[in-house]
């Protein structure tokens, strides 16, 4: 069955970088489309990546455009958010979700995605 595991969430103060990982199994890795995603207490889930991995088409969040950066590794199975010039807002549980039928369209609507992993805190404070 199709799994997926993120890791790499911590604590960190504002302006720094964190890399975050979404390990995925249980499928043939590199031809579907995967994306980030993040939920605050209290607030909605909410898309901030996507990429389908057959090309690299990437698309993102306008509140994280030019901070944060998905990237791929078909070698691993693996997914990345790269997180950088970080905000007290970002602070959120992320996760990581695989559509495999997504027919080269990238997403970052939640109810276009059939897996999800279980989560990994990012918490950015001083």
């Known amino acids: 069955q199709v799994q997926l595991v993120e890791s790499g969430g911590g604590l960190v103060q504002p302006g720094g970088s964190l890399r975050l990982s979404c390990a995925a199994s249980?499928?043939?890795?590199?031809?579907?489309?995967m994306g980030w995603f993040r939920q605050a207490p209290g607030k909605e889930r909410e898309g901030v990546a996507g990429?389908?991995?057959?090309?690299?088409?990437?698309e993102y969040a306008a509140s994280v455009k030019g901070r944060f950066a998905i990237s791929q590794d078909n070698g691993r199975n693996t997914v990345y958010l790269q997180l950088k010039s970080l905000k007290p807002e970002d602070t959120a549980m992320y996760y990581c979700?695989?559509?495999?039928?997504?027919?080269?369209?990238?997403?970052?609507?939640?109810?276009?995605?059939?897996?999800w992993g279980q989560g990994t805190q990012v918490t950015v404070s001083s």
């Open positions: 979700a695989a559509n495999l039928d997504c027919r080269g369209r990238t997403s970052l609507r939640t109810n276009d995605y059939d897996y």
């Open positions: 249980g499928y043939t890795f590199g031809y579907n489309c």
């Open positions: 990429i389908w991995l057959r090309i690299g088409t990437k």
